[in-house]
């Protein structure tokens, strides 16, 4: 009787031990962590090692709107692309900073008044040019509609800036990307509505209408369309920042949304508009962005 329990007890034991070998060598666990005694794990895949940023870029394409086409910069209701912060020859703009000869290595194919869905096209141009650096500042004209109900969805808007991005890496997988932040429509309301004349060309030109319009309105009507305004643009921000954040050649820089215009940087023709010196701003913080070893957190 006793001799059979003790087999019993032993058969039970050894069924245990079987049932945690098994275990441990189907979970591939043992005491340290690793590999177990009977043998070594498969070897797991290494991570692609992240493309190189160059700092140094030898050519640049620059798309988007009014602003980099250096509206108002100049002369009235104008276009002056001799004043873009990206690619101007009369300010100390992107190109002169970075290229030894801008004038043959740089592209600007923005459009005063483009909104997003204009962004695939201006990408299909600029490929053709092979630009190791491609700039992106767009979005203002999303926001700036005739009133709020007619700003760009935000899911379209990501959408034509998604299908950009993709379209440049199936054609040039290593060409960088530079998106430069929707700047801050509220604050340029803010700070141009000091001005007389710059209210009064903001009428007249409607510029803006969205933000600008009934500029010294403070009921809350105007209070709440400035509002939704101003929670859009943030919007559009958002996906900008998130759909770059997915692409390893991609710098999104918020300094762009962030920085203070003050009247000597914005437009005397309409203080909505960089001037140069509001173009040499731009300038300078897309510098600091491309050429810092890594990107802004």
Same mark, same amino acid.
């Given at each position: ?190 700070? $141009?509505?000091? =001005? *007389?004349?710059? +209210?009064? #060309?903001?009428?007249?030109? %409607?510029? @803006? ?24 643009? $943030?919007?559009? =921000? *958002?996906?900008? +920042?998130? #759909?770059?954040?997915?692409? %390893?050649? @991609? ?47």
């Amino acid at each position: 009787m006793e001799g059979a329990t003790r087999r019993r007890r032993s058969t039970v034991v050894r069924a245990a031990v079987t049932v945690l070998a098994a275990a441990l060598l189907a979970t591939g666990c043992d005491d340290g962590g690793g590999a177990s005694d009977a043998g070594p794990t498969a070897a797991r895949p290494k991570p692609s090692p992240r493309p190189a940023w160059n700092p140094r870029p030898a050519s640049i394409a620059s798309l988007g709107d009014s602003i980099t086409r250096g509206f108002d910069a100049c002369s009235l209701l104008s276009d002056c692309p001799e004043a873009s912060w990206a690619t101007g020859t009369e300010v100390d703009s992107l190109a002169r900073r970075l290229l030894a000869q801008p004038a043959d290595n740089s592209w600007n194919y923005a459009r005063t008044g483009a909104r997003m869905a204009e962004l695939p096209g201006q990408m299909r141009s600029a490929i053709a040019h092979k630009p190791q650096l491609v700039t992106v500042l767009l979005g203002a004209n999303d926001a700036c509609r005739p009133s709020v109900a007619d700003m760009t969805p935000v899911d379209i808007f990501r959408k034509d800036f998604e299908s950009s991005i993709a379209d440049l890496r199936r054609s040039l997988p290593t060409s960088q990307v530079y998106v430069a932040g929707v700047p801050d429509l509220k604050r340029l309301w803010s700070e $141009g509505r000091k =001005n *007389a004349l710059g +209210k009064q #060309v903001w009428k007249l030109a %409607a510029i @803006c209408p969205s933000m600008l319009g009934d500029a010294d309105a403070q009921d809350p009507e105007a209070v709440e369309r400035r509002a939704q305004v101003d929670k859009r643009v $943030g919007e559009y =921000n *958002a996906a900008l +920042k998130d #759909v770059c954040a997915r692409d %390893a050649l @991609c710098r999104y820089d918020g300094a762009v949304h962030g920085y203070g215009f003050t009247g000597q940087e914005l437009s005397q023709w309409d203080w909505f508009h960089p001037s140069k010196q509001g173009q040499g701003e731009l300038a300078e913080m897309a510098y600091r962005t491309i050429t810092a070893r890594e990107p802004a957190a």
